[in-house]
């Protein structure tokens, strides 16, 4: 990948079983961030932990250091346009970094709604403010905030699966419409299983 760019990805087990399903982001140079469609598990960590024993490699968990909201809907271009002031907003594949009233928030185009959106990563210590503006920008245009119940229909409408309703560590990614994370023409952890699958 390179700078500002990613999508969906899974690591895999030898037999073809997902250990975790994330986004992935070239931030920088040698820099990526995941964002995990689910709680980050040790699970998870230990795997990349071991690969990071073969190479100079860091890995760290700073879920705690930032917060993550989303826009989605037909409008959520506009609203987050208002937003971010004259940063475009990003396009698919893409990642954005964007300085808000000084604080570094980071954009993607993602979401569980059928309509799409955006995903967004705040300081965690600007979340209220940076959540704020948000509503007053979705109120601007006739939208608003959406209770946890349907957000939670909006993933169904639009066939996300989520850890722990629709997979756990022995579902493949095949069969809970990760298919998008996948590739078939490289080298890697289970790939051979996941191949035979689609076949």
Request: contains cysteine; glycine residues 14%.
């Amino acid at each position: 990948l390179s700078p500002g760019r990613g999508g969906p990805s899974c690591l895999l087990t030898a037999k073809g079983r997902i250990v975790g399903a994330f986004d992935i982001w070239c931030v920088s140079a040698g820099v990526y961030r995941l964002w995990t469609r689910e709680p980050v598990r040790d699970g998870l960590l230990r795997t990349l932990g071991k690969y990071c024993l073969l190479s100079d490699v860091d890995v760290s968990d700073s879920s705690a250091e930032r917060a993550f909201l989303a826009v989605q809907g037909p409008l959520a271009a506009a609203v987050l346009a208002s937003v971010l002031g004259d940063a475009e907003p990003p396009g698919a594949g893409q990642w954005r970094t964007v300085d808000v009233a000084g604080a570094e928030v980071n954009v993607c185009r993602g979401g569980e709604s059928p309509e799409g959106g955006f995903e967004l990563a705040v300081p965690a210590s600007d979340l209220d403010g940076f959540r704020g503006r948000l509503e007053d920008a979705a109120r601007a245009v006739g939208g608003g905030t959406v209770d946890p119940r349907a957000v939670e229909e909006l993933r169904v409408e639009a066939g996300r699966a989520r850890f722990g309703i629709d997979w756990d560590e022995e579902s493949f990614p095949n069969a809970v419409g990760f298919e998008s994370a996948l590739t078939y023409d490289k080298c890697y952890v289970g790939q051979e299983i996941v191949a035979r699958m689609r076949t």
